[in-house]
Protein backbone atom coordinates (compact mmCIF):
# COMPACT_ATOMS: atom_id res chain seq x y z
CA UNK A 1 0.00 0.00 0.00
CA UNK A 2 1.64 3.29 -0.72
CA UNK A 3 2.20 5.75 1.68
CA UNK A 4 -0.37 8.60 1.90
CA UNK A 5 0.57 12.51 2.51
CA UNK A 6 -0.49 12.07 6.24
CA UNK A 7 1.40 8.72 6.63
CA UNK A 8 4.62 10.74 5.11
CA UNK A 9 3.90 13.74 7.41
CA UNK A 10 3.81 11.52 10.22
CA UNK A 11 6.62 9.70 9.51
CA UNK A 12 8.92 12.89 9.00
CA UNK A 13 7.81 14.74 12.10
CA UNK A 14 8.83 11.36 13.97
CA UNK A 15 12.03 11.07 12.45
CA UNK A 16 12.86 14.72 13.54
CA UNK A 17 16.02 14.94 14.51
CA UNK A 18 16.25 16.28 18.52
CA UNK A 19 18.98 19.11 17.24
CA UNK A 20 16.50 20.11 14.69
CA UNK A 21 13.68 20.62 17.93
CA UNK A 22 16.41 22.46 19.37
CA UNK A 23 16.91 24.82 17.03
CA UNK A 24 13.49 25.42 16.08
CA UNK A 25 12.70 26.02 20.41
CA UNK A 26 15.91 28.66 20.31
CA UNK A 27 14.36 30.03 16.99
CA UNK A 28 10.97 30.54 19.28
CA UNK A 29 12.63 32.18 22.10
CA UNK A 30 14.79 34.45 19.88
CA UNK A 31 11.37 35.79 18.11
CA UNK A 32 9.55 35.92 21.26
CA UNK A 33 12.22 37.93 22.89
CA UNK A 34 12.04 40.58 19.86
CA UNK A 35 7.95 40.43 19.51
CA UNK A 36 7.58 40.83 23.57
CA UNK A 37 10.57 43.05 24.47
CA UNK A 38 12.28 44.73 21.40
CA UNK A 39 15.56 42.70 21.91
CA UNK A 40 16.87 41.55 18.93
CA UNK A 41 19.48 38.10 19.53
CA UNK A 42 18.79 36.61 15.56
CA UNK A 43 22.39 37.51 14.51
CA UNK A 44 24.03 36.58 17.77
CA UNK A 45 26.61 33.60 17.36
CA UNK A 46 24.55 30.35 17.51
CA UNK A 47 26.44 28.38 19.52
CA UNK A 48 27.11 30.27 22.25
CA UNK A 49 23.78 31.61 22.17
CA UNK A 50 22.28 28.21 23.06
CA UNK A 51 24.61 27.88 25.74
CA UNK A 52 23.32 31.15 27.58
CA UNK A 53 20.09 30.24 26.59
CA UNK A 54 20.04 26.87 28.14
CA UNK A 55 22.02 28.38 31.42
CA UNK A 56 19.03 30.74 31.90
CA UNK A 57 16.91 27.53 31.89
CA UNK A 58 18.71 26.16 34.59
CA UNK A 59 18.07 29.40 35.84
CA UNK A 60 14.54 29.17 35.86
CA UNK A 61 13.83 25.34 36.50
CA UNK A 62 12.43 24.69 33.28
CA UNK A 63 13.67 21.53 31.19
CA UNK A 64 13.27 22.80 27.61
CA UNK A 65 13.66 25.86 25.95
CA UNK A 66 10.19 26.11 24.77
CA UNK A 67 9.49 25.97 28.50
CA UNK A 68 10.70 29.76 28.92
CA UNK A 69 7.79 31.01 26.39
CA UNK A 70 5.26 31.60 28.92
CA UNK A 71 7.76 32.84 31.14
CA UNK A 72 8.52 35.59 28.81
CA UNK A 73 5.36 36.18 27.28
CA UNK A 74 3.44 36.31 30.72
CA UNK A 75 6.16 37.68 33.09
CA UNK A 76 7.11 41.53 32.36
CA UNK A 77 10.33 41.34 34.71
CA UNK A 78 11.25 38.07 33.57
CA UNK A 79 13.48 40.17 31.13
CA UNK A 80 15.68 41.25 33.71
CA UNK A 81 16.23 37.39 34.17
CA UNK A 82 16.52 36.62 30.73
CA UNK A 83 19.17 39.22 30.33
CA UNK A 84 21.37 38.53 32.96
CA UNK A 85 21.79 35.10 31.04
CA UNK A 86 22.33 36.18 27.92
CA UNK A 87 24.85 39.23 28.66
CA UNK A 88 27.70 37.92 29.82
CA UNK A 89 28.87 41.46 31.80
CA UNK A 90 32.31 39.80 32.56
CA UNK A 91 35.41 42.18 33.11
CA UNK A 92 37.74 43.56 34.74
CA UNK A 93 40.08 46.63 35.30
CA UNK A 94 42.63 47.39 33.44
CA UNK A 95 41.93 44.37 31.44
CA UNK A 96 44.41 43.00 28.86
CA UNK A 97 47.00 45.87 29.97
CA UNK A 98 49.30 45.93 26.94
CA UNK A 99 46.03 47.66 25.42
CA UNK A 100 45.74 50.40 27.71
CA UNK A 101 49.66 50.63 27.69
CA UNK A 102 49.53 51.37 23.57
CA UNK A 103 46.88 53.83 24.51
CA UNK A 104 48.16 55.46 27.28
CA UNK A 105 51.71 56.02 25.67
CA UNK A 106 51.31 56.38 22.01
CA UNK A 107 47.21 57.42 20.95
CA UNK A 108 45.60 58.70 23.53
CA UNK A 109 48.05 62.13 23.63
CA UNK A 110 46.90 62.57 19.94
CA UNK A 111 43.74 62.82 21.53
CA UNK A 112 44.97 66.37 23.14
CA UNK A 113 44.40 68.57 19.90
CA UNK A 114 40.91 68.34 20.16
CA UNK A 115 39.01 70.79 22.68
CA UNK A 116 36.31 68.17 23.44
CA UNK A 117 36.93 64.47 23.16
CA UNK A 118 33.99 62.21 22.98
CA UNK A 119 34.49 58.65 24.09
CA UNK A 120 32.39 55.98 23.36
CA UNK A 121 32.72 52.90 25.42
CA UNK A 122 29.87 50.05 23.63
CA UNK A 123 29.09 46.92 25.81
CA UNK A 124 30.91 48.50 29.20
CA UNK A 125 29.03 45.36 31.74
CA UNK A 126 30.02 46.77 35.07
CA UNK A 127 32.10 49.78 34.34
CA UNK A 128 35.70 48.29 34.65
CA UNK A 129 36.37 49.64 31.37
CA UNK A 130 34.75 52.73 32.03
CA UNK A 131 36.57 53.74 35.37
CA UNK A 132 40.18 52.04 33.29
CA UNK A 133 39.56 55.18 31.03
CA UNK A 134 38.85 57.69 33.39
CA UNK A 135 41.88 56.80 35.28
CA UNK A 136 43.81 56.50 32.23
CA UNK A 137 42.51 59.78 31.08
CA UNK A 138 42.94 61.61 34.52
CA UNK A 139 46.80 60.47 34.64
CA UNK A 140 47.36 61.77 31.24
CA UNK A 141 45.60 65.26 31.89
CA UNK A 142 43.12 64.99 29.35
CA UNK A 143 39.81 64.03 31.76
CA UNK A 144 38.37 67.21 31.95
CA UNK A 145 37.65 67.87 28.45
CA UNK A 146 36.03 64.38 27.58
CA UNK A 147 32.42 62.85 27.68
CA UNK A 148 32.18 59.51 28.19
CA UNK A 149 29.22 57.61 27.00
CA UNK A 150 29.25 54.36 28.57
CA UNK A 151 26.47 52.08 26.99
CA UNK A 152 25.26 48.59 27.57
CA UNK A 153 21.82 46.93 26.50
CA UNK A 154 21.41 45.69 30.12
CA UNK A 155 20.19 48.10 33.07
CA UNK A 156 20.76 46.06 35.68
CA UNK A 157 24.55 46.22 34.11
CA UNK A 158 24.58 49.92 33.69
CA UNK A 159 23.04 50.10 37.23
CA UNK A 160 25.72 48.18 38.57
CA UNK A 161 28.49 50.20 36.63
CA UNK A 162 26.93 53.48 38.24
CA UNK A 163 27.76 51.88 41.65
CA UNK A 164 31.43 51.00 41.03
CA UNK A 165 31.52 48.14 43.51
CA UNK A 166 33.91 45.26 42.70
CA UNK A 167 35.09 42.57 44.68
CA UNK A 168 38.52 43.28 47.54
CA UNK A 169 39.88 39.51 46.43
CA UNK A 170 40.58 40.79 42.55
CA UNK A 171 42.39 43.72 43.46
CA UNK A 172 45.74 42.39 43.53
CA UNK A 173 44.96 41.69 39.69
CA UNK A 174 43.67 44.66 39.12
CA UNK A 175 46.53 46.31 40.84
CA UNK A 176 49.08 44.37 38.49
CA UNK A 177 47.06 45.08 35.55
CA UNK A 178 47.52 49.06 36.06
CA UNK A 179 50.83 48.74 36.80
CA UNK A 180 51.80 46.67 33.64
CA UNK A 181 49.71 49.47 31.67
CA UNK A 182 51.72 52.25 32.29
CA UNK A 183 49.92 52.72 35.68
CA UNK A 184 51.50 56.35 36.88
CA UNK A 185 50.90 56.32 40.82
CA UNK A 186 48.86 53.57 42.89
CA UNK A 187 45.19 52.05 41.92
CA UNK A 188 44.57 52.76 45.44
CA UNK A 189 44.39 56.35 45.33
CA UNK A 190 41.20 55.70 42.58
CA UNK A 191 39.07 53.65 45.44
CA UNK A 192 37.78 53.30 48.99
CA UNK A 193 38.35 49.84 50.41
CA UNK A 194 35.35 48.55 52.40
CA UNK A 195 35.55 45.16 53.88
CA UNK A 196 35.12 42.71 51.48
CA UNK A 197 34.64 45.62 48.63
CA UNK A 198 35.85 48.58 47.04
CA UNK A 199 34.52 51.33 45.80
CA UNK A 200 35.61 53.54 42.69
CA UNK A 201 36.18 57.10 43.53
CA UNK A 202 32.98 58.55 42.60
CA UNK A 203 35.22 61.75 40.92
CA UNK A 204 35.75 59.07 38.13
CA UNK A 205 32.19 59.43 37.11
CA UNK A 206 31.97 63.44 36.48
CA UNK A 207 32.06 63.35 32.47
CA UNK A 208 30.59 60.24 32.67
CA UNK A 209 27.28 59.28 30.90
CA UNK A 210 25.24 55.94 31.29
CA UNK A 211 22.65 54.94 28.78
CA UNK A 212 21.26 51.80 27.58
CA UNK A 213 22.05 51.34 23.97
CA UNK A 214 21.61 48.92 21.84
CA UNK A 215 24.05 47.85 19.63
CA UNK A 216 21.53 45.96 17.36
CA UNK A 217 18.24 47.86 16.93
CA UNK A 218 20.42 51.61 18.33
CA UNK A 219 21.83 54.38 16.02
CA UNK A 220 25.00 56.14 15.89
CA UNK A 221 26.65 58.50 18.27
CA UNK A 222 27.73 61.49 16.42
CA UNK A 223 31.16 63.13 16.67
CA UNK A 224 33.22 60.23 18.26
CA UNK A 225 36.67 60.68 18.59
CA UNK A 226 37.14 57.07 20.29
CA UNK A 227 34.92 53.77 20.51
CA UNK A 228 35.91 51.25 22.31
CA UNK A 229 34.00 48.13 21.93
CA UNK A 230 35.76 44.99 23.21
CA UNK A 231 34.69 41.29 23.79
CA UNK A 232 31.08 42.45 22.57
CA UNK A 233 31.23 41.42 18.81
CA UNK A 234 32.71 38.02 19.87
CA UNK A 235 29.31 37.34 20.56
CA UNK A 236 27.80 37.78 17.28
CA UNK A 237 27.69 36.12 14.01
CA UNK A 238 29.74 37.67 11.13
CA UNK A 239 27.02 39.89 9.07
CA UNK A 240 26.27 41.49 12.87
CA UNK A 241 29.30 41.92 13.18
CA UNK A 242 29.72 43.92 9.93
CA UNK A 243 26.47 46.37 10.85
CA UNK A 244 27.89 47.38 14.30
CA UNK A 245 31.62 48.07 12.75
CA UNK A 246 29.48 50.30 10.25
CA UNK A 247 27.77 51.83 13.33
CA UNK A 248 31.58 52.77 14.67
CA UNK A 249 32.66 53.86 11.37
CA UNK A 250 29.54 55.76 11.54
CA UNK A 251 30.13 57.36 14.81
CA UNK A 252 33.78 58.28 14.07
CA UNK A 253 35.53 61.67 13.12
CA UNK A 254 37.92 60.99 10.49
CA UNK A 255 40.92 60.23 12.38
CA UNK A 256 38.65 58.82 15.15
CA UNK A 257 40.14 55.69 17.39
CA UNK A 258 38.46 52.09 17.46
CA UNK A 259 39.39 49.80 19.86
CA UNK A 260 38.06 45.89 19.98
CA UNK A 261 39.01 43.28 21.60
CA UNK A 262 42.17 40.98 20.90
CA UNK A 263 40.09 38.26 19.47
CA UNK A 264 37.53 40.09 17.29
CA UNK A 265 38.79 41.63 13.75
CA UNK A 266 37.80 43.87 11.05
CA UNK A 267 39.87 41.52 7.96
CA UNK A 268 36.53 40.77 6.06
CA UNK A 269 34.13 43.63 7.10
CA UNK A 270 33.38 45.93 4.19
CA UNK A 271 34.08 49.12 6.40
CA UNK A 272 37.77 47.30 7.22
CA UNK A 273 39.17 49.44 3.65
CA UNK A 274 37.99 52.91 5.71
CA UNK A 275 40.31 52.12 9.22
CA UNK A 276 43.93 51.77 8.99
CA UNK A 277 45.42 49.80 11.82
CA UNK A 278 47.78 51.19 14.54
CA UNK A 279 48.76 48.01 16.59
CA UNK A 280 47.02 44.54 14.98
CA UNK A 281 47.49 42.96 18.55
CA UNK A 282 45.96 45.03 20.49
CA UNK A 283 43.05 46.03 18.20
CA UNK A 284 43.79 49.67 17.54
CA UNK A 285 42.27 51.14 14.59
CA UNK A 286 42.29 54.61 12.83
CA UNK A 287 39.09 55.72 10.91
CA UNK A 288 41.29 57.00 7.66
CA UNK A 289 39.82 60.06 6.05
CA UNK A 290 38.04 58.79 3.41
CA UNK A 291 34.23 58.85 3.45
CA UNK A 292 32.87 56.31 1.49
CA UNK A 293 33.03 52.54 1.78
C1 LIG B 1 31.97 40.42 27.98
S1 LIG B 1 31.22 41.96 28.29
C2 LIG B 1 32.46 43.08 27.73
C3 LIG B 1 32.87 44.03 28.81
C4 LIG B 1 34.05 44.92 28.46
N1 LIG B 1 33.83 45.64 27.24
C5 LIG B 1 35.32 44.13 28.40
O1 LIG B 1 35.82 43.84 27.32
O2 LIG B 1 35.86 43.79 29.46
C6 LIG B 1 29.99 42.04 27.00
C7 LIG B 1 28.95 43.14 27.23
O3 LIG B 1 28.28 43.40 26.00
C8 LIG B 1 26.95 43.69 26.27
N2 LIG B 1 26.15 43.48 25.07
C9 LIG B 1 25.85 42.30 24.45
N3 LIG B 1 25.05 42.52 23.39
C10 LIG B 1 24.85 43.86 23.33
C11 LIG B 1 24.10 44.70 22.46
N4 LIG B 1 23.39 44.20 21.45
N5 LIG B 1 24.10 46.03 22.69
C12 LIG B 1 24.81 46.54 23.73
N6 LIG B 1 25.52 45.81 24.60
C13 LIG B 1 25.55 44.47 24.39
C14 LIG B 1 26.59 42.76 27.41
O4 LIG B 1 25.47 43.20 28.14
C15 LIG B 1 27.88 42.75 28.24
O5 LIG B 1 27.81 43.68 29.27
Same mark, same amino acid.
Given at each position: MSQ???????????????????????????????????????? $?????LRRRVNALCQHAGVGRVVDLLPRLLDES??????????????????RDPEVFARLRADFLPELASYPRINIWQAGCAHGEEVYTMAILLKELG?????????????????????????????VPRYTD? $???????????? $? $??????????????????????????????????HLVMCRNVLIYFARPLQHQVLALFSDSLVRRGLMVLGTRETIARAPVSELFETLDAGARIFRRTARAEV
Open positions: GPDNRRDAAAAAAHPADIEEIELELFVHAMRRRFGYDFSG $YATASDFLRQALRFLSVPVSELFLYDRCRIYATDFNDQALDRAREGIFPAAQN $YLQSGGQGSLAD $Y $YHARYDFIRMDRALLDNVIFANHNLVTDGVFAET
